[in-house]
Protein backbone atom coordinates (compact mmCIF):
# COMPACT_ATOMS: atom_id res chain seq x y z
CA UNK A 1 0.00 0.00 0.00
CA UNK A 2 1.47 3.55 -1.09
CA UNK A 3 0.53 6.42 0.59
CA UNK A 4 -0.11 9.52 -1.97
CA UNK A 5 1.22 12.97 -1.51
CA UNK A 6 -2.86 13.74 -1.54
CA UNK A 7 -3.08 12.25 2.01
CA UNK A 8 -0.07 13.40 3.53
CA UNK A 9 -1.43 16.93 2.92
CA UNK A 10 -5.09 15.80 3.59
CA UNK A 11 -3.96 14.52 6.74
CA UNK A 12 -1.41 17.55 7.79
CA UNK A 13 -5.02 19.77 7.38
CA UNK A 14 -6.94 17.82 9.63
CA UNK A 15 -4.22 18.24 12.53
CA UNK A 16 -4.03 21.54 11.91
CA UNK A 17 -7.94 22.00 11.83
CA UNK A 18 -7.75 19.78 15.26
CA UNK A 19 -4.84 22.33 16.59
CA UNK A 20 -7.25 25.12 16.36
CA UNK A 21 -10.40 23.45 17.32
CA UNK A 22 -8.48 22.54 20.71
CA UNK A 23 -7.13 25.44 21.55
CA UNK A 24 -10.83 27.74 21.15
CA UNK A 25 -12.24 24.50 22.99
CA UNK A 26 -9.72 24.89 25.91
CA UNK A 27 -10.44 28.85 25.98
CA UNK A 28 -14.31 28.31 26.07
CA UNK A 29 -13.79 25.80 28.74
CA UNK A 30 -11.17 27.84 30.85
CA UNK A 31 -8.40 26.04 30.86
CA UNK A 32 -6.77 28.25 29.13
CA UNK A 33 -6.34 31.78 28.99
CA UNK A 34 -6.21 33.78 25.55
CA UNK A 35 -2.95 34.94 26.59
CA UNK A 36 -1.18 31.69 27.12
CA UNK A 37 0.96 30.54 25.49
CA UNK A 38 -0.45 27.42 24.70
CA UNK A 39 -3.02 28.89 23.33
CA UNK A 40 -0.91 31.03 20.73
CA UNK A 41 1.05 27.75 19.76
CA UNK A 42 -1.99 25.69 19.12
CA UNK A 43 -3.58 28.48 17.18
CA UNK A 44 -0.48 29.34 15.23
CA UNK A 45 0.61 25.55 14.58
CA UNK A 46 -2.56 25.10 12.88
CA UNK A 47 -3.32 28.22 11.27
CA UNK A 48 0.19 27.70 9.61
CA UNK A 49 -0.53 24.23 8.60
CA UNK A 50 -3.68 25.23 6.84
CA UNK A 51 -2.34 28.10 5.26
CA UNK A 52 0.06 25.39 3.73
CA UNK A 53 -2.79 23.03 2.87
CA UNK A 54 -4.99 26.48 1.94
CA UNK A 55 -1.92 27.61 -0.96
CA UNK A 56 -1.28 23.76 -2.08
CA UNK A 57 -4.80 23.53 -3.08
CA UNK A 58 -5.18 27.47 -4.11
CA UNK A 59 -8.09 28.45 -1.38
CA UNK A 60 -7.32 31.94 -1.55
CA UNK A 61 -9.78 33.25 0.57
CA UNK A 62 -8.63 30.43 3.61
CA UNK A 63 -4.73 31.02 2.77
CA UNK A 64 -5.71 34.53 3.37
CA UNK A 65 -7.44 34.19 6.78
CA UNK A 66 -4.97 31.73 8.07
CA UNK A 67 -2.38 34.16 6.89
CA UNK A 68 -3.93 36.94 9.27
CA UNK A 69 -4.28 34.13 12.26
CA UNK A 70 -0.43 33.47 11.84
CA UNK A 71 0.55 36.56 12.15
CA UNK A 72 -1.68 37.55 15.34
CA UNK A 73 -0.32 34.30 16.59
CA UNK A 74 3.33 35.66 16.03
CA UNK A 75 2.19 39.06 17.52
CA UNK A 76 0.73 37.48 20.29
CA UNK A 77 3.65 34.97 21.19
CA UNK A 78 6.04 38.06 20.61
CA UNK A 79 4.35 39.87 23.52
CA UNK A 80 4.09 36.82 25.82
CA UNK A 81 7.91 36.15 25.53
CA UNK A 82 8.35 40.22 26.00
CA UNK A 83 6.48 39.93 28.84
CA UNK A 84 8.13 36.82 30.22
CA UNK A 85 11.78 38.64 30.16
CA UNK A 86 10.08 41.51 31.92
CA UNK A 87 8.88 39.42 34.65
CA UNK A 88 12.04 37.62 35.16
CA UNK A 89 13.62 41.07 35.33
CA UNK A 90 11.12 42.25 37.68
CA UNK A 91 12.04 39.68 39.79
CA UNK A 92 15.71 40.22 39.83
CA UNK A 93 15.03 43.47 40.57
CA UNK A 94 13.14 42.66 43.42
CA UNK A 95 16.14 40.09 44.56
CA UNK A 96 18.24 43.20 44.50
CA UNK A 97 16.17 45.33 46.51
CA UNK A 98 15.60 42.92 49.14
CA UNK A 99 19.19 41.75 48.92
CA UNK A 100 20.50 45.80 49.64
CA UNK A 101 17.54 47.83 50.81
CA UNK A 102 18.52 50.06 47.98
CA UNK A 103 15.04 51.98 46.81
CA UNK A 104 16.64 52.80 43.47
CA UNK A 105 16.58 48.53 43.00
CA UNK A 106 12.57 49.22 42.38
CA UNK A 107 11.04 47.38 40.11
CA UNK A 108 8.15 49.03 37.84
CA UNK A 109 5.55 47.38 35.74
CA UNK A 110 4.02 49.33 33.09
CA UNK A 111 1.06 48.29 31.11
CA UNK A 112 0.62 51.21 29.07
CA UNK A 113 2.37 53.55 26.87
CA UNK A 114 2.67 56.66 29.26
CA UNK A 115 6.12 56.64 31.20
CA UNK A 116 4.80 58.22 33.94
CA UNK A 117 2.35 54.87 34.67
CA UNK A 118 2.84 52.11 36.80
CA UNK A 119 2.86 49.69 39.91
CA UNK A 120 5.41 49.37 41.97
CA UNK A 121 6.33 45.48 42.21
CA UNK A 122 8.56 46.06 45.25
CA UNK A 123 8.71 48.33 48.07
CA UNK A 124 12.29 49.03 49.57
CA UNK A 125 14.00 46.57 52.01
CA UNK A 126 14.90 47.73 55.66
CA UNK A 127 15.02 51.19 56.71
CA UNK A 128 15.42 52.60 52.90
CA UNK A 129 13.05 56.00 51.26
CA UNK A 130 10.71 54.17 49.21
CA UNK A 131 10.49 56.23 45.99
CA UNK A 132 7.79 59.08 45.90
CA UNK A 133 6.76 58.82 42.22
CA UNK A 134 7.55 56.53 39.33
CA UNK A 135 8.62 59.34 37.19
CA UNK A 136 11.80 59.56 39.72
CA UNK A 137 12.68 56.02 38.93
CA UNK A 138 15.68 56.04 35.46
CA UNK A 139 13.89 54.90 33.16
CA UNK A 140 16.03 51.48 32.53
CA UNK A 141 14.13 50.80 35.54
CA UNK A 142 10.67 50.72 33.54
CA UNK A 143 9.00 48.01 32.17
CA UNK A 144 6.81 48.58 29.14
CA UNK A 145 4.29 45.30 28.46
CA UNK A 146 2.81 47.64 26.21
CA UNK A 147 5.38 47.49 23.77
Given at each position: M????????????????I???????????????A???????S?????????????????????????????????????????RR???????????????????AV??????A???????????????????????L???E??????
Amino acid sequence: MTISLLTVITAFGWIGAIAVVLAYGMVSKGRWTADSLPFQLSNFAGAAVMLVIAIANGIWPSALANVAAVVIGAAAMRTIARARRAERAATAQLAAVRATGDPRAVAVVDGSADPTAGVLVAEPAGDAEPVADVAELPRQERVDLAA
